[in-house]
């Protein structure tokens, strides 16, 4: 097993056999666990590593950082620390039982062994270990079958409470399912049915929902993922009157297909939250004040809620850049909104204009500014107040209207337009 190890990217290596070294001078013992140790196993890239270490990793972590002089952050209540190499972080968790003092609350903790924190964890492909102790360095520790589970593609649960305990282990089950293309062992998937059928969802903190619904939707192809979970809860727990049906799922499809071009086109505009516009085609069926509900509930981010609020207060107003029209009025408005929207109402529409305009709008339009400043207002004898504002917002409709280049040329038209100004207000 050791050769698994192998695949972990290089600057973890050299620092996971310090550590091996430092927790057998130490004390202490520590192991790989959770996902990347599937991963490993499944040859997958890793990115992220988690070590959990009996008796506690709060010292280990402090022990670790003191040798290579560097930060380390520790979280009393859950007995956790994390350690910084650089670009790079490694997090370390006491062994640890977690007790949920009720229904999707977060857990209450206490230390325990290996066996016994492996065991609290959701599915037997996730509750492998490696060890990274000296007597037997890259030996692979399988409790609870886990190994026999990913031959077999099978996603089960450790213990029957599992959902109950930890009712975001449902999204969880359905990420893994179709991540690897796995099955739900059946004993599994009749509990997770029976925690479905009690409600167990709804008594999951909110933000722990959006968080594992974050996941799934950043997942390469979350179209398949979301009509998994419709089948199976109905996303009743987003809203009780969602319903998802073919429109949703061609829409969803074609914002996928609107992002790659996106990317492909545009790669110098900025990067998409592309999780948003599938959250957003998801709900957008949804009353406004429904979907102010929900994103209220859920808790996401100001300005994540902002951009998911304007693709539905805007989807009709689109129609305005529907028909041939000048840039201008293209610009004015497109510019205010989120990148996020304009490439879902690009995959919204079919309408040939606006698919026309959106990508004029990211050509051309997008990054155009005037070269002129005040400064060079104030040159042209123009006295500095309030016209400013007309001036500029007169001279960038022209700019974009007449595809005016150069400063120059700017100047020029900035002059024509003071003069009429001054013609109808004398004085300015
Ligand atoms: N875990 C759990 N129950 C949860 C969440 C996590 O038991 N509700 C455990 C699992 O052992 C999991 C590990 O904590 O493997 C790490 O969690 P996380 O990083 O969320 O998942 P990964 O398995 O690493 O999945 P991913 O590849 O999506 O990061």
New binding site residues.
Partial sequence: MERKLKKIPKHFQEILKVASRIAARSGFKIYL????V??LILGKAIF?L?IVVEPDAIGFAQTLAQHFKTKFRRHHTFGTATVYFGKYKIDFATARKEHYPHWGALPKVSPVTLKEDLF????TI??MALSLNKKDYGQIIDFYNGLTDLRKGLIRILHPDSFLE?P??IL?AI?FEQRFSFKIEKNTYNLMKEALKVGAIRFVHAHRLRDEII?ILKEPQPYRYIKRLDKLTKLSFIDDRLRLNLATYQLLARVKKAITSYKKRFKKHRKLDEWLLYLAAVVINLGQERIVKFLQRFDLRKGEKIRILSIKENLKKVKRIGKKTTPYVVYQFLNPLSFEAIVFFYAYYNQKMIKKNIELFFDELAKVRLKTKGGDLSKLGIKPGTIYTRVFEKLLKAKLNKGLKTKQEELKEAAKIFQRATKKEPGL
Avoid: K, P
């Fill in positions: 666990v959770g996902g990347v599937r991963d992220d988690d609290r964890r959701d599915f996730n509750a930890d975001t282990r969880r990420r996941l």
